[in-house]
């Protein structure tokens, strides 16, 4: 199908919240197509152990164009243990240049509880300024929230997950079906 017949995947909202030694990564259920939800209950965000090393990732984009870069990324944290910001930027570099990856349409959330960060198809691997970031449909919702959250006393979890349900009141492609997970502290 072409792009101008085919209505567009759309519902996905991800954050990623650091705060009080803890980074929580959330996102929500909700898998559309054009103007009907297809799933509420999709799950992506997960939890990655390559070599005993722990990493929370949430993707937004297309799910099996995702999960190939998500094996992807366990593959690089395979070969450099312990060195995930090392690892997001080979798999942004090969993501950029690959004949194959350069076609693959998502984008990443990553942490291993230190670091945060952002790995997109542009070859881009960014570290949010501000403890939070957040990608979808909805991230520019769910970013706004949380970062006007992160001044509260609300630990890293509260912070995303109410975040994520002001992002589900606004944007149509988002839901309050979450899946929460945490990393560090």
Known sequence: MSDDTFPGWHGTTIIGVRKGGKVVIAGDGQVSVGQTVMKGTARKVRRLSPGG?????????????????????ESKLEAVPGQLARAAVELAKDWRTDKYLKNLEAM????DGTD??????????????????????GGNFALAAGRALMGTDKDAETVAREAMKIAADICVYTNGNLTVETIGG
């Open 116 to 137: 945060l960060f952002v790995i997109t198809g542009a070859g881009d691997v960014l570290e949010p300024e501000h403890d939070v970031t957040a990608i979808g449909s």
């Open 53 to 73: 090393m722990d990493v929370v990732a949430g993707f937004a984009g297309s799910t099996a164009d995702a999960f190939t870069l998500l094996e992807r990324l």
């Open 108 to 111: 990443l959330i990553v942490t």
